[in-house]
């Protein structure tokens, strides 16, 4: 497999897998169930080279800005993936103010599910003339 992949329950490192719902650990068909406490330590350590990935990507799309466009949507994924609500928000804002076509999918886009639960993720949707219900207000689309 190599690298480094994830998705919101399943980390991929490797030739590893692991379900952190499950807190199993998979390799070429054979499972280990980790206890509390080694799992808790493996989360960790995926969790902050995952950040540290995506903090390296945020550099990376800076330089490129500087010779070529940018969606402001890129980076409010990955500002939004670290937590960092405010700069993502700022991106999703300049994004609708630009007028960028993946807005258009906001409300169903799964890559912004961290954001959701903000009343800013609303607010904006609300303005785009979304119609009321799923998928906003905290609710994810899946």
Known sequence: MGGFRTSRTIVWFGDFELDQDSG????????VRLQEQPLQILQILLEEAGE?????????????????????????????DLNEKDE????L?????????????????????PLRSDPRFDDLLRRMNFPDGIYGAGNKAS
């Open 24 to 31: 199993e650990l998979r390799r070429e068909g054979a499972r």
């Open 52 to 80: 540290q990935r995506l903090l390296s990507v945020l550099q990376e799309l800076q330089e490129l800005s500087k010779e070529s466009y940018v969606p402001a949507c890129w980076r409010a994924i990955i500002s939004g």
């Open 88 to 91: 993502a928000f700022s991106w």
């Open 93 to 113: 804002e300049s994004s609708y103010r630009e007028r960028e076509a993946w807005m258009a999918l906001l409300k169903y886009w799964v890559m912004v599910d």
